[in-house]
């Protein structure tokens, strides 16, 4: 133990010492009289705010002082010494001119800052904070080289707003101000906020944007803030309408004319062929539903613009419509350029035109991928697809997608019998930008509801095991109430998997383990699926969430007017085969915070569960649940984990086949610390927990138990498997590169006492490695 003590503390020391030293060698690099600045630091001298207030207004002073120190990392300044050290390159380029001016930081120096300019951004945010009374001074301190600046700040008293007043007249526009003043942001009792202020300007101009004065903008509003009529520091707001404001910005607006042009292009705007303002009568126009469309070759049906624009004649303008508009636009997909001007018409009666130009995206394209992929099963190799995209199939922006792909695998570094895999297939959608339906669906979203019709086949082979051929088709809906939430009803959505070639090799695996023999018996399995989403991960938030829920269905309607019973052995055939029944739910639920700028937190949380009843007695092998690999449990190679404490080994003893471990429940954790290291480099530590188990067990001709300890009992969470790993990520912006190095830390088919591994880790010897750290190669991020 004390040998251990000797070490640390000359680990320490040394580390001590190194940090020093680099520390010194930044400033030997100073000219005579050059001092380091090393920062600024705010004190508040005030004993009537709280703590909490001082060091919100610490906080927000010293981010605006300028210029910013040289960055650290562990009280060490790497960039500056790399700059430093590194001689000046003779070219722009090469190691030399990325060390240093890439990577490399300039000194910043204490006579780079000007003091007196940051004490009056000390002065001028405090005033706008309602501090009117601030005084600031500063000190600057130096030692070895080095300078700091001290700022301190006398805010004195805090003003409040002791009430707040909106004018009245009976002017148009002073009367829908006034109507804006129950949800004013000044609130009495509230301090004096520049910020709030302006943020006041801006709701008072979007309420009347909404009410038709399109040319009214936030600066014909002013806050007045007059402390003379009142005592204690507090101030009274008087909300009232510029003096000078544009006559125009106070008259309200109504549509006169709506022109739509979805075939424009830059070639048109250069020739004059379409100028604005314009004559909508004279040009190649026809009129649908009072719009007036230009497009002589007809590309495009009128309905699609009538059903996306909210805007009709005569209408007041508001900004809700304004916008509605042009996202819906947008979101049709055909249109690669989108934007719409308003040309006064009628002066007198406050009229304008609403022009859309529209600028199509190609609407066909061609494209050829070929892509290569790992995964944690040891399995590599490549697919090829080919792909064909009609944006306009029926000349109503319906999207037509055609595919065809071809894909091989093979495993690599497993065993020596391991089998291959190949794929091929087509497919085809049709998205239609409406619902199709016997009954009228309105709405309001500014993005398209959709009707989504897709059929599909694929062949696969695993070469010496058997071949499965896969018929899908789906019909159903897509539509989004907001940004944040999305809703996917599929009223049908059938597959039907036709076996074939089934070799002696795989008979005699699922001999030995007859649960395999369901992954080749033929499946139908149709019904609706309807799943949720709800997302604020795109907002800038601090925390942010992520929900998605899905519910499938398969039978139900089938199994109620056939009576079909599996469990009775009275199981009902559609046109010879057995159709599946169940209910599937399952739920992913994720939280994302942000520490800062460059290092967040991300979890993940999936619960799920297949039911099967009626015409099933199980749930067919392509609907259960797995876990492992890249994007689940990353300490277990993908679908070798479960059900249970079920141990895949002896399956791969008898002879069967390890990588396809099925269940009906899933209960997955992960959690996951990123940081970014330099520009593309990003690093994080995780840790991954779950496993999936069976609703009943499976039973063997003989009566055995097909897989014991696979069924979901109280001690599940015995079974529990957990992991825990470093990443790289290199984020190339077009893609995220992954590569995940993990461990496994409880292994749920050990013993129950062992399962816990921490007393078996050895880093040191290559068969333990080889054994249990597992390399995850993916694109993009897990979750």
């Known amino acids: 133990m004390k040998n251990k003590f000797n070490i640390y503390c000359r680990y320490f020391l040394a580390s001590g010492i190194t940090a020093a030293a680099v520390s010194c060698s930044n400033t030997k690099f100073l000219k005579d009289g050059q001092l380091l600045y090393t920062g600024a630091e705010v004190k508040i001298e005030n004993d009537s705010l709280s703590k909490k207030e001082k060091k919100s207004l610490q906080s927000a002073l010293e981010s605006n002082l300028t210029p910013k120190p040289n960055s650290s990392f562990l009280g060490l300044r790497p960039k500056l010494y790399a700059y430093n050290v590194t001689k000046e390159p003779k070219k722009e380029k090469g190691l030399r001119y990325w060390l240093k001016y890439k990577f490399g930081e300039e000194p910043v120096l204490l006579q780079d800052v000007d003091r007196e300019f940051n004490r009056d951004i000390i002065v001028n945010y405090s005033e706008n904070k309602g501090y009117f009374n601030a005084r600031a001074t500063y000190d600057t301190v130096s030692k070895n080289k080095k300078a700091q600046v001290i700022y301190t700040l006398k805010p004195g008293a805090r003003y409040l707003i002791s009430n707040v007043k909106f004018s009245e007249d009976s002017t148009l526009i002073n009367r829908e101000i006034f109507a804006l003043k129950d949800k004013t942001l000044l609130k009495p009792g509230n301090p004096f906020d520049l910020d709030v202020i302006k943020k006041e300007r801006q709701r008072i101009d979007d309420g009347l944007k909404d009410k038709g004065f399109y040319y009214f903008n936030p600066d014909n509003i002013v806050v007045q803030a007059d402390s003379t009529v009142t005592k204690n520091h507090k101030v009274e707001m008087i909300v009232k309408l510029k003096d000078n404001t544009p006559k125009l910005a106070t008259e309200q607006f109504s549509i006169d004319k709506v022109v739509v042009f979805p075939n424009y292009n830059l070639r048109d705007a250069q020739n004059g062929k379409y100028s604005i303002p314009m004559n909508a009568d004279s040009l190649e126009s026809y009129k649908y539903n009072d719009i007036y469309v230009v497009d002589p070759e007809k590309k495009f049906k009128p309905k699609i613009f009538d059903r996306a624009l909210y805007f009709d004649k005569g209408d007041i303008y508001n900004r809700k419509d304004h916008n509605l508009s042009l996202n819906r636009l947008i979101s049709l997909g055909v249109f690669k ?63 037509f997608k055609a595919s065809v792909y071809g894909a091989f695998d093979v495993q690599i570094g497993g065993p020596a019998d391991a089998e291959n895999i190949f794929r091929a297939g087509a497919n085809a959608q049709l998205s239609i930008p409406r619902i199709v339906a016997p009954f009228n669906f309105n709405s309001s979203s500014a993005f398209v509801p959709r009707t989504n019709i897709q059929i599909g086949y694929e062949f696969q082979n695993r070469t010496t095991l058997y071949t499965l051929n896969t018929f899908n088709a789906s019909f159903g809906y897509q539509w989004k109430e907001n940004v944040r939430k999305e809703h996917e009803l599929k009223l049908i959505d059938v597959s039907y998997i036709d076996p074939a070639n089934v070799t002696p090799k795989y008979e005699a695996k699922y001999a030995q383990n007859p649960y395999l023999e369901r992954v080749v018996e033929p499946q139908l399995i149709f019904g609706p699926t309807y799943s949720y989403t709800y997302s604020t991960t795109m907002l800038p938030k601090k925390n942010t969430f992520y929900y998605k829920g899905m519910l499938d269905l398969a039978g139900n309607i089938a199994g109620l007017i056939s009576g079909g019973n599996a469990k009775e052995n009275k199981q009902k055939n559609i046109f010879g085969v057995p159709f599946s029944q169940y209910a599937k739910i399952e739920n992913d639920v994720r939280f994302y915070h942000k520490f800062g700028e460059k290092t967040s937190f991300a979890s993940r949380l999936i619960a799920g569960a297949a039911v099967p009843y009626g015409n099933s007695k199980y749930i067919p092998f392509s609907r259960q649940f797995f876990v492992g690999g890249s994007n689940s449990i990353r300490a277990f190679r993908a679908r070798t984990l479960g059900p249970g404490s079920y141990d895949p080994r002896t399956q791969q003893q008898n002879g069967g086949f390890v990588f396809d471990q099925a269940g009906d429940i899933k209960l997955e954790l992960n959690a996951e610390y990123r940081a970014n290291l330099y520009k593309f480099l990003n690093v994080a530590v995780f840790a991954d927990a779950g496993n999936i188990w069976l609703i009943n067990d499976e039973i063997n001709d003989d009566g055995t138990i097909a897989r014991p300890g696979g069924k979901f009992s109280k001690d599940f969470l015995s079974e529990v498997a957990v992991g825990a790993g470093v990443g790289l990520r290199l984020d190339f912006s077009i893609l995220i590169l992954r590569l995940d190095l993990a461990m496994p830390l409880r292994v749920p088919y050990y013993e129950k006492d062992e399962r816990w591994a921490f007393d078996r880790i050895n880093f040191g010897d290559s068969n333990w490695r080889k054994d249990n750290l597992i390399l995850n190669i993916a694109i993009g991020y897990p979750f």
């Not at 130009?357 to 892509?371: F, G, M, V, W, Y």
């Not at 792909?387 to 109503?396: A, E």
């Open 337 to 399: 350029f989108v934007k719409n001007e308003f040309v006064v018409s009628d002066s007198l009666n406050h009229r304008f035109d609403a022009y859309y130009i529209l600028t199509p995206r190609e609407l066909q394209s061609l494209r050829l991928e070929a892509l290569g992929r790992t995964n944690s099963a040891n399995y590599a190799g490549s697919e090829l697809n080919l792909n064909w995209t009609q944006r306009n199939f029926f000349r109503g922006a319906e999207q």
